[in-house]
């Protein structure tokens, strides 16, 4: 694997959330590549420094700020500050979780889509291809995940612009991850079958059978997520919700 396609999965493998094959790849690649140790490294401080900064106070605005703060001013190698304050964000999230109006019940898929949001954000995620034809895009993951994913026509119209895609892991679950852009902002979409739903069981419990969107706000970023016939559908960006609900609405009625 090159050094690219290594650090992709630096933030999953960090977490044990990739299959062995892939852990044991990445790590006979850092066994003789000082320059993505060095970016690990920095990611692993990162994680740590910032763990110990939610132990020392509650779960409150006060220990977010706190959090948030004492990152910015750690120096980690190879990261620039808007970089770490974003990534930041992004594990307080995953760690902490259940602040500024988020379900229980269901912040386990929520949140897994909003952290690989901010990391795509904050490039530390690429592409597996960049596309703006529907029919490519499922091409590309008709050989890459055991269910069918299916991109609307005619988001355009709308201002919504497909960008690309990756194969995705949430939680170690296979995900179809397709990017867009509405007003060159970031907008990204997962969609997962009924057995990847199944292993986020708080949301696959309180999702039930098909109904209306739910909506959570998560650091500035909007997040819309809807149950599917057969699995969920995720979106996240910094656009208004009623951009996420149409673009969450539009998927639903491809995949039925």
Same mark, same amino acid.
């Given at each position: 694997m090159r050094c690219d396609e290594i650090r992709r999965w630096i933030s999953p493998y960090l977490d044990s959330e990739l299959d062995p094959h892939t852990n044991f790849e990445i790590a006979q690649h850092l066994e003789v590549c000082p320059e993505c140790q060095g970016v690990f490294e920095a990611e692993r401080r990162l994680e740590s420094a910032?763990? $110990?900064?939610?132990?020392?106070?509650?779960?409150? $605005?006060?220990?977010w700020d706190r959090a948030?703060? !004492?990152?910015?001013?750690?120096?980690?190698?190879?990261?620039r500050r808007w970089q770490v304050a974003v990534a930041a964000m992004g594990l307080v999230l995953a760690l902490v979780g259940g602040w500024r109006g988020w379900v229980v019940a269901r912040q386990d898929l929520v949140r897994s889509a909003a952290r690989n949001? @901010?990391?795509?954000?904050?490039? !530390?995620?690429?592409?597996?291809?960049?596309? +703006? +034809?529907p029919e490519i895009i499922e091409a590309f993951f008709s050989e890459k995940l055991p269910f069918r994913v299916q991109c609307p026509r005619d988001l355009t119209s709308q201002g919504i612009r497909l960008i690309g895609a990756r194969l995705c892991h949430l939680k170690r679950v296979p995900v179809a991850y397709l990017l867009y852009h509405v007003e060159n902002r970031p907008v990204s979409v997962f969609l997962l079958d009924e057995e990847?739903?199944? @292993?986020? @069981? @708080?949301a696959a419990h309180t999702l039930g059978t098909p109904s209306a969107p739910g909506h959570y706000e998560v650091s500035g970023a909007s997040v819309v997520m809807m149950r599917l016939p057969q699995g969920a559908i995720c979106a996240v960006?910094?656009?208004? !919700?009623?951009?996420? $609900?149409r673009l969450v609405v539009a998927h639903t009625q491809e995949n039925v």
């Open positions: 910032l763990s $110990e900064s939610l132990k020392a106070g509650a779960d409150t $605005e006060v220990a948030i703060h !004492r990152m910015l001013a750690t120096p980690i190698w190879g990261l949001h @901010q990391l795509y954000v904050a490039n !530390r995620l690429t592409l597996d291809m960049q596309s +703006s +034809s990847g739903l199944a @292993q986020f @069981q @708080q960006g910094d656009v208004p !919700r009623a951009t996420l $609900e």
